[in-house]
């Protein structure tokens, strides 16, 4: 592993890692529950760094290192502690898959690689909920070296309720933090109550590696007092350590040791009242044999993740710096929003997987048709199969006649991880939308694979009833008063976007099922909103908000998969219109407002689906200047929370996020690079 750590630096200095001050820095992203990350205004002095999760708790994740006889903070070490010394900070950057930090301590230079591998075709990689900290020292002359990293029960919810288990497995050891009488499928402030926490350490060729369960004094006494820990592994109390130190000995030049940490939920997913698992299980069914394999696998990961990396900063750079940044910081939070299941009792890979996505920072529903949606243009670039698999819940649920409608339900359940459907009939009022993105998303895995349709006969009747249910003029062209995907603003009747989805979700379903029915009442509708005015100002300058209300506007984002997919619901003429509207309305904050319903805000991920359309329809400063308003808000320092997505583009608090954080949905960044081909 050594030698593969030291081609990792190497290859961070060639691929020129980003290092735009972001909001937040992704450090162990690996599932809705391994979501720990390093807050921009910690940055200063990393020594003293705070770790978070996601929703803002702390986590505590120290790592100490000891140079000859100094012992030295390095990372994550809020509070001064006797007989440690502060290193000096020396840059932090990251890609799409690490987060590199470096420090120098005595005559000592620290590289930590905070790596958390995205690999959407390799279901078993993916779904490891594990990340890998690696920690390289480099001196110029012989130096003896330890290193310690740590963690405590702030990374579960069950702070006090928990065992504090030591476990052995040759050169693999691991510690591991649960509650044995837990429920499933609960969560306090987003953390999981269920599941167990894991810290593990792999011994080096060229290190010693010791352990010890205890009090922070003490091990932090141990381990400057002598490089090593006590062993001792006594019953767990809270706010304990549980502590790996490695002892390279003599250093000369460069070594470097490795540490996982991770979180574990057998029982993942409550779906339809059955248990999903993650995909692993099917190949390595417990602790015993995931970590090991973990380990085993790194050198592998880390090769797919430096080709990926520099792929993404290629393909970045081709439209400009800032764009690659927004790539770049978009890969680890999308990903961490999902996870890949198979059944619990007989996880095997001779079936698909299904996927279910959290709807991170706002209501916490599962497989947000509204929430995939925005997200799908980094699955239709790196992994299309993954739109049919977070598609497929609902295939299933419906066509099993426990929804009792006919228009796709808004979201698989309202709280992650019970993805157990509305069989009440009450979702959220996002119908129109909801079913129109579904199926044109449902295109989208075709129109991205060439797949045939043999899968989708046994939910014929789901899509012929959801098509129908768009079908009527009073429903799918002057529609009812509905929220839109945007549901802070009130729902009204006729408005332009929920027809919008509505008609392209209904030519895409007609071209994949080769129903000419649907595709000429799409061309119909388009033909009304746009040929015929229906949804335009008299002008003929901007689509409305709402019909007739001639002095409102809105971005029209569902015109990016109309675009992408070659449907043709709508003339290259009205995305000429709109982005000539757009280039006239970005504001002198450089953000542009999402509508202009009375509200200050802007949303980012359909501010990148404009832009991206826009710039293949003669207004390319549409798509620069969204890049732009989105690598500002996200760099300005207002903010501190892992990439939002919504902010205040005018009035008083201008580059302030709202609510938005976290989320899958800055896959939307993508939207750019897919419409000039991945």
């Known amino acids: 592993?050594?030698?593969?750590?030291?081609?990792?630096?190497?290859?961070?200095?060639?691929?020129?890692?980003?290092?735009?001050?972001?909001?937040?820095?992704?450090?162990?992203?690996?599932?809705?529950?391994?979501?720990?990350?390093?807050?921009?205004?910690?940055?200063?002095?990393?020594?003293?760094?705070?770790?978070?999760?996601?929703?803002?708790?702390?986590?505590?994740?120290?790592?100490?290192?000891?140079?000859?006889?100094?012992?030295?903070?390095?990372?994550?070490?809020?509070?001064?502690?006797?007989?440690?010394?502060?290193a000096e900070q020396t840059g932090i950057s990251y890609t799409s898959t690490h987060t590199t930090i470096s420090a120098t301590a005595g005559d000592a230079v620290f590289t930590l690689d905070f790596f958390s591998p995205v690999s959407p075709e390799n279901f078993i990689r993916q779904s490891l909920p594990f990340s890998y900290l690696t920690i390289t020292a480099e001196t110029a002359s012989a130096s003896n070296v330890q290193i310690l990293s740590a963690i405590d029960d702030t990374w579960t919810a069950q702070q006090g309720h928990v065992n504090g288990v030591f476990d052995n497995l040759g050169s693999q050891s691991f510690f591991t933090l649960n509650n044995p009488g837990s429920t499933f499928y609960t969560e306090n402030k987003d953390m999981a109550t269920w599941g167990s926490v894991q810290f593990a350490s792999e011994q080096s060729n060229s290190s010693s590696l010791s352990h010890q369960l205890g009090d922070p004094a003490a091990v932090y006494g141990a381990f400057a007092a002598s490089g090593k820990l006590s062993g001792d592994t006594p019953a767990y109390s809270q706010g304990n350590l549980l502590a790996f130190a490695h002892d390279l000995g003599s250093v000369t030049g460069n070594s470097s040791v490795t540490f996982a940490v991770g979180h574990v939920r057998d029982h993942a997913i409550n779906f339809l009242g059955a248990a999903q698992t993650p995909y692993y299980r099917s190949t390595y069914p417990n602790d015993q044999t995931a970590i090991p394999h973990f380990f085993a696998d790194?050198?592998?990961?880390?090769?797919?993740?430096?080709?990926?990396?520099?792929?993404?900063?290629?393909?970045?750079?081709?439209?400009?710096?800032?764009?690659?940044?927004?790539?770049?910081?978009?890969?680890?939070?999308?990903?961490?929003?999902?996870?890949?299941?198979l059944p619990y009792d007989k996880p095997s890979t001779d079936?698909?997987?299904?996927?279910?996505?959290?709807?991170?920072?706002?209501?916490?529903?599962?497989?947000?048709?509204?929430?995939?949606?925005?997200?799908?243009?980094?699955?239709?670039?790196?992994?299309?199969d993954w739109i049919r698999y977070l598609l497929t819940p609902y295939l299933i649920y419906q066509s099993s006649g426990a929804w009792p409608n006919d228009y796709i339900v808004h979201d698989m359940g309202a709280h992650y991880p019970n993805a157990i459907g509305h069989n009440d009939g009450q979702a959220e009022d996002i119908l129109i939308e909801a079913t129109g993105d579904f199926l044109a998303m449902l295109y989208a895995y075709h129109h991205a694979t060439n797949a045939t349709t043999d899968w989708l006969q046994p939910y014929q009747n789901v899509l012929t009833r959801a098509a129908n249910y768009l079908y009527p003029e009073n429903t799918g062209l002057y529609t009812p008063s509905q929220r839109s995907t945007v549901d802070a603003i009130p729902a009204s009747a006729n408005q332009t976007t929920l027809s919008m989805s509505g008609t392209i979700g209904l030519k895409a379903?007609?071209?994949?099922?080769?129903?000419?029915?649907?595709?000429?009442?799409?061309?119909?509708?388009?033909?009304?909103?746009?040929?015929?005015?229906?949804?335009?100002?008299?002008?003929?300058?901007?689509?409305?908000?709402?019909?007739?209300?001639?002095?409102?506007?809105?971005?029209?984002?569902?015109?990016w998969d109309d675009y992408l997919l070659g449907l043709n619901t709508f003339p290259q003429a009205a995305n000429e219109m709109m982005g000539q509207w757009y280039s006239q309305h970005f504001l002198p904050s450089g953000g542009i407002l999402y509508s202009n319903k009375n509200e200050d805000f802007t949303i980012s991920e359909w501010a990148?689906?404009?832009?991206?359309?826009?710039?293949?329809?003669g207004a390319a400063d549409v798509q620069e200047k969204a890049i732009d308003m989105v690598w500002s808000f996200i760099t300005n320092g207002l903010n501190t929370v892992p990439f939002p997505t919504k902010f205040?583009?005018?009035?008083?608090?201008?580059?302030?996020?709202?609510?938005?954080?976290?989320?899958?949905?800055?896959?939307?960044?993508?939207?750019?690079?897919?419409?000039?081909?991945?």
């Open 1 to 86: 592993m050594l030698l593969t750590n030291l081609l990792f630096v190497l290859f961070a200095g060639l691929c020129s890692a980003g290092t735009a001050h972001l909001s937040s820095y992704p450090l162990a992203v690996r599932s809705p529950y391994l979501s720990a990350w390093l807050p921009g205004n910690e940055t200063s002095d990393i020594t003293k760094a705070q770790v978070q999760f996601w929703n803002g708790q702390s986590l505590t994740w120290p790592v100490l290192a000891r140079v000859g006889d100094a012992t030295w903070a390095l990372f994550g070490l809020p509070n001064d502690v006797d007989n440690v010394q502060r």
């Open 298 to 341: 790194y050198e592998a990961a880390l090769a797919e993740s430096r080709a990926f990396d520099e792929k993404v900063q290629q393909k970045g750079d081709s439209i400009s710096s800032n764009y690659t940044d927004l790539l770049e910081a978009s890969v680890r939070q999308a990903f961490g929003a999902m996870e890949v299941t």
């Open 351 to 384: 079936q698909d997987p299904l996927m279910f996505l959290k709807e991170i920072s706002s209501d916490g529903n599962v497989n947000t048709v509204d929430v995939i949606m925005p997200t799908h243009p980094i699955l239709y670039a790196l992994c299309p």
């Open 509 to 559: 379903i007609g071209k994949l099922l080769n129903m000419d029915n649907y595709t000429s009442q799409a061309s119909h509708f388009a033909d009304v909103l746009y040929t015929q005015g229906l949804a335009l100002d008299s002008g003929r300058t901007h689509f409305t908000y709402n019909y007739g209300a001639e002095n409102t506007w809105v971005t029209t984002f569902s015109l």
């Open 608 to 617: 990148m689906f404009a832009g991206a359309v826009s710039a293949k329809s």
């Open 648 to 678: 205040d583009v005018q009035g008083a608090d201008i580059g302030k996020f709202i609510v938005n954080k976290a989320r899958p949905t800055v896959g939307s960044m993508w939207a750019p690079i897919v419409l000039q081909a991945w």
